[in-house]
């Protein structure tokens, strides 16, 4: 196993969502993670990324982390809605329990990827929402999934906490950067939604 990196210096921590913004549910992780970067202010040593459908491109992101959150909609065979937390050793299970999508070709074989190349997170964490519909093409979230949001948000802030990584909520005036670009971002998306057909 190579070293990860000098021990004295804080762990790097990556927050990543996947997922396809253009099938409803399947969107969950990347609104979720960019929920997250417009609500809080983290320090140099953690990443927020919106790794959307880029499978195995991941990779290199993943071998840099000490720590990782993961957001991503997972068939838990759950009530559409609930929320699970699943962490270290449990994460590759759920992330291959049932491919819903391009993108989860992806996430368990970017994991074992990490690990044949020595570099694991050390810290694992995978905040799952079961969807409610992942069949509307260019639809919305729909309500259940959208509402549980700003509890995953507070789910990987108490795992920072835990980690000993100090956030802290934006204040509202504060100027965020964009994290997603070209209008799909959630408000220029949803906008865009509710706006009738010409």
Same mark, same amino acid.
């Given at each position: ?37 417009? +609500? ?5 040593? &953690?990443?927020?990324? =919106?790794? !959307? ?5 991941? @990779?290199?992101? #993943? ?61 694992? +964490? ?5 969807? &409610?519909?992942?069949? =509307?093409? !260019? ?5 259940? @999934?959208?509402? #549980? ?50």
């Amino acid at each position: 196993m190579m070293a990860h990196h000098d021990a004295s210096a804080p762990p790097r921590v990556l927050v990543l969502g996947i997922g396809n913004i253009l099938w409803a549910d399947e969107g969950f992780g990347v609104r979720a993670v960019e929920a997250f970067h417009r +609500a809080y202010a983290v320090p140099d040593n &953690v990443t927020i990324l =919106d790794g !959307g459908t880029q499978g195995l491109y991941l @990779v290199q992101f #993943v071998t840099e982390a000490d720590h990782l959150i993961v957001f991503d909609a997972i068939d838990y065979g759950l009530v559409p809605g609930t929320l699970k937390l699943v962490e270290n050793d449990e994460v590759p299970k759920f992330t291959g329990a049932k491919k819903m999508s391009l993108h989860q070709t992806g996430f368990q074989e970017v994991l074992s990827a990490a690990d044949l190349l020595g570099h694991y997170p050390e810290k694992l +964490a995978l905040i799952g929402c079961q969807p &409610v519909d992942l069949e =509307d093409w !260019g639809g919305p979230l729909t309500g259940p @999934v959208k509402a #549980v949001i700003p509890r995953a948000l507070q789910i990987a802030a108490d795992l920072l906490a835990s980690w000993g990584i100090a956030i802290r909520p934006r204040s509202a005036d504060e100027v965020v950067p964009a994290l997603l670009e070209n209008d799909i971002d959630f408000e220029s998306y949803e906008r865009r939604e509710a706006q009738p057909a010409p």
